[in-house]
């Protein structure tokens, strides 16, 4: 065959985005290799054990999501003084504060230790604001 009997498309070799033969031929086996049985079992043997701490952690990110790596704590300012409260609301509020003090020592409980709030500490600082640029 000579290169006159080839059609030519206008684009040289494989079309965009298609695999080469090499790289479906490995997907297709290892594809193949992690949906066995024997893998699946070793696999969930291995993380039972806890043995396989990388492919447990990317099976759960996968699974459910990346975790959040922040707590977001928003403190909205009193919009009426407690003085002019009547008791049923002075009662409510301090009951959605006594529920958000709960929530936050939760939060601070699941929290590792070296960004855990001391227990002596009454407050936290709040950030101070950006600066503004002054021209």
């Known amino acids: 065959m000579s290169t006159t009997d080839i059609e030519y498309t206008g684009r040289p070799g494989r079309p965009k985005g298609s695999l080469n033969k090499a790289t479906r031929e490995l ?3 290892w594809d193949r ?9 070793s696999a969930k ?15 759960l990110t996968k699974t459910y999501g990346k975790p959040r790596e922040e707590i977001s ?5 009193i919009e009426d ?14 009951e959605r504060v006594a529920a958000q003090v709960k929530d936050a020592a939760e939060c601070n409980d699941a929290l590792p ?10 407050s936290v600082r709040p950030q101070e604001p950006p600066a503004e640029n002054v021209a």
């Open 113 to 122: 230790a070296e960004y855990k709030l001391n227990k002596d500490e009454t």
């Open 81 to 94: 003084e407690l003085s002019s409260m009547s008791l049923d609301e002075l009662t409510e509020y301090a």
């Open 27 to 29: 997907k297709e086996y």
């Open 73 to 77: 704590l928003h403190i909205n300012p």
């Open 45 to 59: 043997r291995r993380i039972l054990a806890g043995t396989a701490a990388h492919l447990e952690s990317f099976l």
């Open 33 to 41: 290799f992690f949906k066995s049985p024997e893998y699946r079992e």
